[in-house]
């Protein structure tokens, strides 16, 4: 009974391949999220979906597109992979930005992906 | 613009040790949201404590407790009588209610190592 599950928790791959992660999560939430955390251990977001729908899509490069086939699904596709790729990455979930009493509500995050560029 | 500073990079306290983890935030918002996250060595991230804008009250779970001061933009982490599972980074992190998307800015974490 997972939350959020992401597929692969390892990815051990050579530069220039093409390379996917998925994620998945089983609370019902309506959007979903795509983070970064390097080798300093520092998380930055990437991309976000709302229903399907990008949210977010910050500086990233465009060799990363994301792709969300329905809200309870959020995948990562990379081409041409890099040595700088090299990171963990965090899928996450959260109930729409606003909850009942106003309160934003918390993001729950995947086990991570550990993904190593050779 | 936004952004999250955790000035202490790293922190070592011996078990049962009182410690303190700084958190100071900066946005133009005046509605906004402030998190804590724990990341254990295992790698996962474990959501703490949300906090809002609007409600300074400061909140205490068992051992942790948590000081949230607008009139100095700090957000601060205190755990009381320090365990060895109390070893993880920890990130603060800020969201802005004007961007009505969820994205959380992180701060660069603090590492706190507990030594029995």
């Known amino acids: 009974d997972t939350a959020v599950s992401q597929t692969p928790k390892y990815l051990v791959t050579q530069m220039g391949n093409d390379k996917s992660i998925k994620c998945e999560q089983n609370?019902?939430?309506?959007?979903m999220y795509w983070y970064k955390q390097d080798s300093k251990k520092f998380l930055k977001i990437m991309f976000s979906?709302?229903?399907?729908?990008?949210?977010i899509n910050e500086t990233v490069p465009n060799r990363f597109s994301p792709k969300s086939p329905d809200k309870a699904h959020l995948n990562l596709h990379i081409n041409s992979l890099e040595l700088g790729d090299s990171a963990v990455y965090f899928c996450a979930s959260s109930p729409n930005g606003l909850g009942l009493a106003g309160i934003y509500n918390e993001q729950f995050f995947g086990p991570g992906t550990r993904l190593t560029v050779l | 613009a936004q952004k999250v500073t955790q000035a202490q990079t790293e922190i070592s306290v011996v078990e049962k040790e009182d410690v303190t983890l700084d958190c100071v935030y900066e946005?133009?918002?005046?509605?906004?949201?402030l998190f804590w996250y724990k990341q254990p060595p295992s790698g996962e991230l474990v959501f703490l404590i949300r906090r809002n804008s609007f409600d300074e009250q400061n909140e205490i779970s068992g051992r942790y407790s948590w000081n949230f001061q607008k009139s100095t933009s700090s957000f601060n982490f205190t755990i009381t009588a320090s365990q060895v599972v109390d070893s993880a980074v920890y990130f603060c992190a800020l969201s802005e209610g004007s961007s009505n998307t969820g994205k959380l800015i992180f701060g660069q974490g603090t590492t706190l190592q507990v030594k029995p």
């Open positions: 979906y709302n229903n399907k729908e990008l949210i």
């Open positions: 609370l019902g939430h309506d959007t």
């Open positions: 946005t133009r918002d005046t509605t906004y949201y």
